[in-house]
């Protein structure tokens, strides 16, 4: 897939921001101290992940993200990159 700007927005969840993941699995956070803050936009490209094909997207710094946590989406396609 082409590289598209993600917004990030977890104030549905309560949250701030949402800690990177090393992989594609809500159990791989990491430490990485840059986590993405609401509002913020990143680049990455969205991939289905799974047998439930849940649709997550990595980021160009390698990191994951998914596009729902807690059945809130948290993840907005702002276009292409």
């Known amino acids: ?3 598209r700007k993600i917004k990030v927005d977890a104030s549905g969840e309560g949250c ?4 990177w993941r090393t992989e594609p699995k ?3 956070t990491s430490s990485d101290p840059k986590w ?3 509002g913020e936009i ?6 289905a992940v799974g047998t439930d094909n849940c649709r997550w997207v990595k980021f160009s710094n390698s990191f994951w993200l998914p596009e729902k946590q807690g ?3 948290i993840l907005f396609d702002e276009g292409p990159a």
């Open 1 to 3: 897939m082409s590289l």
């Open 16 to 19: 701030s921001g949402m800690y």
């Open 26 to 28: 809500m159990s791989s």
């Open 36 to 38: 993405p803050r609401n």
């Open 42 to 47: 990143h680049n990455g490209t969205w991939e």
């Open 71 to 73: 059945g809130v989406t």
